[in-house]
C-alpha cells in the first residue's frame, strides 16, 4: 500500500505529541482519526488545537477558514475500532515496548494491511516490529515537541522495514511541510545521541569546578550562538527526563564512558528540583521566570591601552580577530611562530584541548592563558579565556583590557581542557561522525536533524568545517590524553576525513 497525501492517518495516543501530530496532518488536509483510550484525553486534545488553531487566526497565520476545515478534518474517538479505514497510524502513547507491541496486533487484527508509525524517543523500531503480521509496514515517525512548531522528523527504519514505505513516510513529512531525515534504527536515533555530549561536557565542567552554572550557560549563548545554554536547556526539558534518556543511551550503548551519566544530574532529579517545572532545578522560577542565582565571571578590565600586540603563526578559525583589532587602531604586527598572540608579558592562545597551565609548563613561561573558539568572533560581545595556574594577576585583566578595545566582554573560567565551546563542538562532532560511521544516517542529515531537533544555530558538520577537522581532532586528542578516559577517542571517520582532507560541505 502507498502512504500519499489521500491517505487516511489515525493518530494513537492523545497526549502532548499525537494532538500535536493531529493537528499537523489536518492542516496538511489529511483525514484524521484521533484514537485514545483514556476518558476526557481525546476532548482535552481537540480543545488545546482548537485554541492553538485560533491563536493563528487572531495573528494573522491562518484564515477561519482553513482552520474551520482543519478541525473538520480531525474526529476523535475513543473507540479503537474507528480507526478501520486509516492507511497510516502514527502511535504516540505511553513508551513502553510491551504495551505499544499489544496495541499494533490490536491494529493489525482491525486494520488490515494498515502501515504503522512508531513516534517512539527510546525503542528500537526493529523491536517494535517484533511479532507483527506484517513487521515490513512498521517504520518509526520521529516528531520534536511542540509537534506542530518544531519541524524535524526523523524517518526511521527498523531491519525490516519495506524500503518504499520508509520513502513514502519521508516523503509525507516533508509534504506537511517537515524537515524529514532518513534515520537507521538505532539508540538515540540522531538527536537525542548526538545532543547529549552538549548537556554532559557541561555537567562535567560544573562538576571539575571549572565555572558556575549562569557562566558556562552564558558562554554557551554568546561563543555558541546556542537559543539556550545546557543548563537552562535542562531546566527546559526536565533533569528527570533528561537524566533518565541520558540513562538508557547509556545502557543501549552498553556503558560507553562517551555516554556516561552525571552524578550531579541524578542528584537534583532525585531531590525533586527538577527544572521549570517544579519551580526550582539549576535556577530558580518565579512566575515562569529564571531567577539567575550567581552573576556571570567577567573579568574587570586594567585601565591599560593595549596599543601593539603581535600575532605569531595562524589563530586559525580566530584570524576573524585580526581585523577587528586593527580596525580598533590596534598596530598588529604579523609574524611566523605557533599561532598566539602576545603583548606586553603575555601570551595568548587559541585552545587545543589542553590546559593554558600545560603550555606554560611547556613553554617554562607564567603569563599563558588561552581563549576560547567562537562562532563568529565579529558579532559575539563575549570572548572567554582561562589563565594559566601559574599566570600573574595582571594578566586577565590585561586581556580583558584588549578585548575592551574590540567591545567585547571577557569571560573567565577556570583552566581547563579545551574550555567550554571547543569542548563541547568537538564532543558533537566525534559523535555526529560516529553516527555516521555506524550507518544511522548522512553527514547532511546530522546537520539537518541539529539544526531543526534542537536548533542548533549550525550543525556539528558546519562546525567542523569552520573549525578545520584536524583542529577537533587535536583537540579530543589532547582530551583523551588529559583524562585518560575513552570517552574522548576519537572516531574513526575524523582520522579519515583528516587524512584525506577536505570539508564536509564543499
Ligand atoms: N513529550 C515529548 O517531548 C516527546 C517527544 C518525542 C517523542 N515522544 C514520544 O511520544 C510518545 C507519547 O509521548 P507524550 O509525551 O505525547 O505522552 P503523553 O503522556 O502526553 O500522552 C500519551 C497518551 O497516550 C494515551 N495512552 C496510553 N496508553 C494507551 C493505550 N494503550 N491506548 C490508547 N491510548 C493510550 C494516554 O492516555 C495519553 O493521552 C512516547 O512514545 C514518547 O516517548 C515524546
Redesign the pocket.
Known amino acids: 500500500m502507498r502512504i500519499d497525501s489521500n491517505s487516511i492517518i489515525g493518530i494513537?495516543?492523545?497526549?502532548?505529541?499525537?494532538r500535536g501530530i493531529a493537528q499537523v496532518a489536518a492542516k496538511a488536509g489529511h483525514k484524521v482519526i484521533l484514537?485514545?483510550?483514556?476518558d476526557g484525553?481525546v476532548d482535552n486534545a481537540m480543545n488545546i488545537n482548537e485554541k492553538e488553531l485560533s491563536k493563528l487566526v487572531e495573528k494573522g497565520k491562518m484564515t477561519q477558514e482553513t482552520k474551520d476545515k482543519t478541525i473538520s478534518l480531525m474526529t476523535p474517538t475513543m473507540q479503537i475500532e474507528d480507526l478501520a479505514p486509516c492507511d497510516l497510524i502514527i502511535e504516540?502513547?505511553?513508551?513502553n515496548k510491551e504495551?505499544k507491541q499489544e496495541?499494533f496486533k490490536q491494529l493489525e487484527d482491525i486494520c488490515g494491511d494498515v502501515c504503522i508509525a512508531s513516534?517512539?524517543?527510546?525503542i528500537s523500531i526493529s523491536a517494535l516490529a517484533n511479532g507483527l503480521k506484517r513487521p515490513d509496514r512498521m517504520v518509526g515517525m520521529?516528531?520534536?515537541?511542540p509537534a506542530p512548531i518544531m519541524k524535524l522528523v526523523e524517518v526511521i527504519s527498523g531491519l525490516q522495514s519495506d524500503k518504499q514505505l520508509v520513502e513514502d513516510v519521508y516523503n509525507l513529512a516533508n509534504s506537511w511541510g517537515k524537515k524529514a531525515v532518513f534515520v537507521k534504527s538505532s539508540p538515540g536515533f540522531i538527536v537525542n545521541r548526538i545532543a547529549r555530549p552538549f548537556y554532559a561536557e557541561a555537567l562535567r565542567l560544573y562538576e571539575e569546578g571549572v565555572s558556575t552554572f549562569a557562566t558556562i550557560d552564558e558562554v554557551a549563548r554568546t561563543s555558541g550562538r546556542f537559543k539556550m545554554g545546557p543548563f537552562e536547556l535542562m531546566d527546559l526539558i526536565g533533569n528527570d527526563t533528561n537524566y533518565s534518556v541520558t540513562e538508557s543511551t547509556f545502557n543501549s550503548y552498553y556503558q560507553d564512558s562517551r555516554f556516561n551519566p552525571s552524578l550531579t544530574q541524578q542528584e537534583f532529579s532525585q531531590a525533586g528540583l527538577l527544572g521549570r517545572k517544579s519551580g526550582i532545578g539549576f535556577y530558580k522560577y518565579e512566575d515562569g521566570k529564571q531567577l539567575c542565582r550567581e552573576k556571570y565571571n567577567e573579568v574587570e578590565p586594567s585601565n591599560n591601552k593595549i596599543s601593539d600586540i603581535t600575532v605569531f603563526g595562524s589563530l586559525g578559525v580566530a584570524n576573524e580577530l585580526i581585523p577587528l583589532f586593527k580596525k580598533a587602531g590596534i598596530n598588529v604586527i604579523e609574524d611566523e611562530g605557533d599561532g598566539y598572540i602576545e603583548f606586553n608579558d603575555i601570551k595568548l592562545f587559541l585552545t587545543n584541548g589542553k590546559m593554558a597551565s600545560q603550555i606554560s609548563k611547556e613553554l617554562n613561561e607564567k603569563n599563558i592563558a588561552q581563549f576560547d573558539i567562537n562562532i563568529d568572533y565579529d558579532l559575539t560581545d563575549s570572548i572567554t579565556i582561562a589563565t594559566s595556574l601559574l599566570a600573574q594577576k595582571h594578566v586577565e585583566k590585561n586581556i580583558a583590557a584588549l578585548f575592551t578595545q574590540i567591545g567585547k566582554r571577557t569571560l573567565i573560567i577556570k583552566d581547563s581542557p579545551a574550555m567550554v565551546i571547543s569542548r563541547t563542538i568537538s564532543m558533537l562532532v566525534n559523535e555526529a561522525s560516529s553516527t555516521v560511521t555506524n550507518g544511522v544516517c548522512d553527514e547532511a542529515s546530522v546537520d539537518i536533524a541539529m539544526e531543526n531537533g534542537v536548533n542548533y544555530p549550525i550543525g556539528p558538520f558546519k562546525w567542523a568545517d569552520k573549525l578545520g577537522i584536524d583542529f577537533i581532532l587535536e583537540t579530543l586528542n589532547n582530551l583523551e590524553s588529559f583524562y585518560k578516559d575513552t570517552r574522548y577517542r576519537v572516531d574513526r571517520g575524523i582520522i579519515e576525513k583528516s587524512i584525506i582532507g577536505g570539508k564536509y560541505y564543499e
Open positions: 494513537v495516543g492523545a497526549g502532548i505529541m499525537g484514537y485514545d483510550n483514556w484525553a504516540a502513547i505511553i513508551e504495551i496495541i513516534n517512539t524517543s527510546s520521529h516528531f520534536f515537541n
